[in-house]
């Protein structure tokens, strides 16, 4: 992909925030807050706070080779053994955007007709996806800032209009479980981040104000999970753990009638999220490949990409097995850790060790030539 298509800071984080929103659509409250609804708060603050150690590596690495991702990075100081680096985030950001397509799938089975073809709309939800990652970033961005601006209208809409059944008598003491919960819900926050992957893939695209982007990022997805998990327990108090998609029953309990029922429009908002999740998460796969062939990509080769993140997910939504393993925390966990900064601190190690070879042998150049 060009360098000179590129995005400001602006877009590229106005889409990581739809994408957060994305995933916190699909919030569950059991594995979310466990005994208190109100834990999920200081959980997704804790995953914040972890998060910004975990972006170090990479903003470090980006200041120092500001022209090139992370793939290219790899192959430039491990060689050869660099483009497994490559290959490991495109399977990341398939499989990770296949658990996405998998929780609307579950959504659409569970809450609008268990017969609904679903799987015909995660096709036509990815073929949008793949043309917008092969017209590249701009377009994406300029897609995601329209659905941002829908995504917080109809957000300061649906808030207010449930506001009116919040009751303080459905809240819970914070941390009445211990500690136990607050871990597991940040890990959870944090293992389904992909902003630190993408990150490292992505920022050599983006221009402008990249840390302050980073940090109001961080600042607006804590603050608009923050209220939605305080209104989900304020208003649904117990219930909202019977319910698999607790959002979407929050948007259900409106007292307005022409607003009672919300599937069309819960639905839309999570389609056309997942829209932009999906082809920012092809768009940096087609950089990692374009790492591969030396430059070269091809509208086949997002096709493909689109077709193995849709058979991941009508697999994943179709078999307990593959959710077990696939949604499994841990896993996501350790491979956030791994790809969010791992990987960046190994190409640190290596371009700091290459920097004192090249400087011992160059000293010792200069020794023999005194000798001469």
């Known amino acids: 992909m060009e360098r000179q298509h590129t995005i400001s800071a602006a877009q590229f984080f106005g889409m990581e925030f739809v994408s957060r929103i994305t995933i916190?659509?699909?919030?569950?409250?059991?594995y979310a807050a466990g005994e208190s609804l109100l834990d999920g708060i200081l959980s997704y603050l804790l995953a914040m706070a972890v998060g910004v150690l975990l972006a170090l590596p990479v903003w470090v690495l980006h200041r120092q080779e500001p022209r090139l991702s992370i793939g290219e990075a790899a192959v430039r100081f491990w060689g050869s053994l660099g483009k497994l680096v490559p290959l490991g985030y495109i399977l990341y950001f398939l499989v990770m955007n296949g658990v996405s397509l998998a929780l609307f799938q579950l959504f659409l089975l569970d809450n609008v007709n268990p017969d609904f073809p679903a799987v015909l709309i995660l096709l036509v939800l990815v073929a949008v996806a793949v043309y917008g990652a092969w017209r590249g970033l701009e377009t994406i961005a300029r897609t995601s800032a329209c659905v941002l601006v829908l995504l917080l209208l109809g957000t300061v809409l649906v808030f207010s209009l449930v506001a009116r059944r919040f009751d303080t008598e459905n809240l819970e003491p914070l941390l009445a479980g211990g500690p136990a919960q607050l871990l597991r819900g940040g890990a959870l926050f944090l293992s389904r981040t992909s902003l630190f992957a993408e990150m490292a893939v992505l920022l050599p695209y983006v221009r402008g104000r990249k840390g302050l982007g980073f940090a109001v990022w961080m600042e607006s997805t804590s603050l608009y999970v923050g209220v939605l998990i305080l209104l989900i327990a304020g208003c649904l108090g117990q219930y909202a753990y019977t319910q698999n998609f607790p959002v979407y029953a929050l948007m259900s309990i409106t007292e307005v009638s022409s607003m009672q029922?919300?599937?069309?429009?819960?639905?839309?908002?999570?389609?056309?999220?997942?829209?932009?999740?999906?082809?920012?998460?092809?768009?940096?796969?087609?950089?990692?490949?374009?790492?591969?062939?030396?430059?070269?990509?091809?509208?086949l080769l997002l096709?493909?990409?689109?077709?193995?993140?849709?058979?991941?997910?009508?697999?994943?939504?179709?078999?307990?097995?593959?959710?077990?393993?696939?949604?499994?925390?841990r896993l996501w966990l350790v491979l956030t850790g791994i790809l969010g900064a791992g990987v960046p601190l190994g190409i640190l190690a290596a371009r700091k060790i290459s920097t004192l070879v090249g400087i011992l042998v160059s000293r010792k150049i200069r020794r023999e030539r005194g000798k001469g």
């Not at 916190?24 to 059991?30: E, H, S, W």
């Not at 919300?262 to 389609?271: H, K, Q, R």
């Not at 096709?303 to 925390?329: E, H, K, N, P, W």
Request: with cysteine; charged share 10%.
């Open 261 to 299: 029922r919300l599937d069309g429009v819960f639905t839309g908002v999570w389609l056309m999220g997942l829209i932009v999740q999906s082809a920012c998460a092809l768009t940096a796969c087609k950089v990692c490949a374009a790492t591969l062939t030396k430059g070269k990509y091809s509208l």
């Open 303 to 329: 096709t493909v990409s689109g077709g193995a993140m849709v058979g991941l997910g009508f697999a994943i939504g179709s078999s307990y097995l593959f959710q077990s393993v696939l949604m499994d925390t």
């Open 24 to 30: 916190t659509i699909a919030l569950n409250a059991q």
